[in-house]
């Protein structure tokens, strides 16, 4: 069981990119932050999905704007066995952080 960061990605743009996957058997809390490098606006989608192409019902956000140098930020949610989260964004210059427990 792991806690402390969990996952990392510097996402290249308008590619839906797993950043975690819960193991087989375990659950995990995670908090996640994206956070916008560039100079320009970013828009950023997250999903708790069952594969690396998440379906409409599995995002938690979508084409949520992140302004230059601000971050979004997503806390406590609880992931089950084998979800993945994935990121999107219209932009490369996005940083995201995965960071909990699994148990």
Do not use: C
Request: glycine share 6%.
């Amino acid at each position: 069981m792991a806690s402390g960061t969990l996952g990392q990605a510097a996402p290249a743009a308008n590619t839906n990119t797993t950043v975690y996957t819960v193991p087989s058997g375990l659950t995990a809390t995670v908090n996640v932050n994206v956070v916008n490098r560039g100079s320009d606006p970013a828009l950023v989608r997250l999903a708790i999905a069952a594969s690396g192409t998440p379906t409409n019902s599995e995002y938690i956000e979508y084409d949520a704007g992140i302004l230059p140098n601000d971050v979004l930020e997503r806390t406590a949610l609880v992931m089950s066995s084998q979800k993945l989260l994935v990121v999107y964004a219209d932009t490369a210059n996005t940083s995201v952080n995965v960071y909990g427990f699994e148990e």
